[in-house]
């Protein structure tokens, strides 16, 4: 559903310090499930993250979301298809200080041109879906560390988005926080959505709830050996 096809990603091109953060990658993220990229400091799996939710282009390459090519597409018309179909949450949650967690929560769907009652109706449902009904009128900088991260993924999903991206979204989280974000992943998988992060934390890898995990290494996919065993021997 979202296809990747020879992309390569150059920072400083044409310059002594080009640097080619990514080299040749191939990858199709299926519709439904939740895939993680993971793979040491540097190799590349943010910039694969924000290729993928078209928050950058490639340098070479294209992108294809439900079967159409996004790739050379006008901005304007990329923020559309960012607002429409992806939700985004960051390693850090990006909150706005000084606004409640309900105010944080509609503040994408402002662009939508939806009336304000529909949105905080929608924004009260997934308060409720995240158990923080009880904090929706609290500041957001009066929150727990958890209770951000819940916060920033009703934001991410105010917009119903099909695929969530999530940056090292369990990096600021004790290990009970990060399993009840994995709780939180299943609800939106069984749901029929799609979540792509990065994870270095291996309470995500492990967990049942993710259904690939992606290895990069030096800006490319490597094999998964259990996967290359299982072909060899299976
Ligand atoms: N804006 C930039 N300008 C120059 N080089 C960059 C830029 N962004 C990333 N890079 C380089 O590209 C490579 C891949 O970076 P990236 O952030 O994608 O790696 P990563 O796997 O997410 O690393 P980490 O796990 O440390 O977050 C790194 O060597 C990084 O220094």
């Known amino acids: 559903m979202l296809e990747l096809i020879a992309i390569r990603k150059a920072f400083n091109q044409g310059k002594p310090n080009e640097f080619w953060a990514l080299d040749g990658i191939d990858l199709e993220i299926p519709q439904k499930g939740v895939t993680v990229l993971r793979g040491p400091s540097g190799s590349g799996k943010t910039t ?3 290729i993928l939710g078209c928050l950058a282009r490639p340098t070479e390459g294209r992108v294809r979301l439900h079967g159409e090519l996004i790739s050379g597409l006008p901005e304007r018309f990329l923020t559309e298809i960012r607002r429409k179909t992806f939700g985004f949450v960051f390693q850090q949650f990006n909150l706005i200080r000084g606004l409640s967690a ?3 929560i509609i503040l994408p769907s402002y662009p939508t041109g939806e009336r304000r009652s529909v949105l905080l ?9 995240l158990r923080l009904s009880h904090r929706r009128d609290n500041a957001v900088e009066w929150l727990s560390g958890g209770e951000q991260q819940r916060v920033a993924i009703c934001r991410a999903l105010i917009n119903s988005p099909q695929i969530l991206i999530a940056d090292e979204p369990t990096a600021n989280l004790d290990t009970r926080l990060a399993r009840e974000f994995l709780t939180i992943l299943k609800l939106l998988a069984d749901e029929g959505r799609t979540v792509v992060m990065t994870s270095h934390d291996p309470v995500v890898a492990d967990s049942e709830v ?4 992606i290895s990069l290494r030096d800006g490319r996919i490597v094999p998964d050996l259990a996967q290359v065993f299982a072909q060899a021997f299976g």
């Open 48 to 50: 694969l993250l924000t």
């Open 121 to 129: 109706e929608r924004g009260e449902a997934l308060l409720e879906k």
């Open 102 to 104: 309900i105010e944080n």
């Open 210 to 213: 993710v259904d690939r995990v």
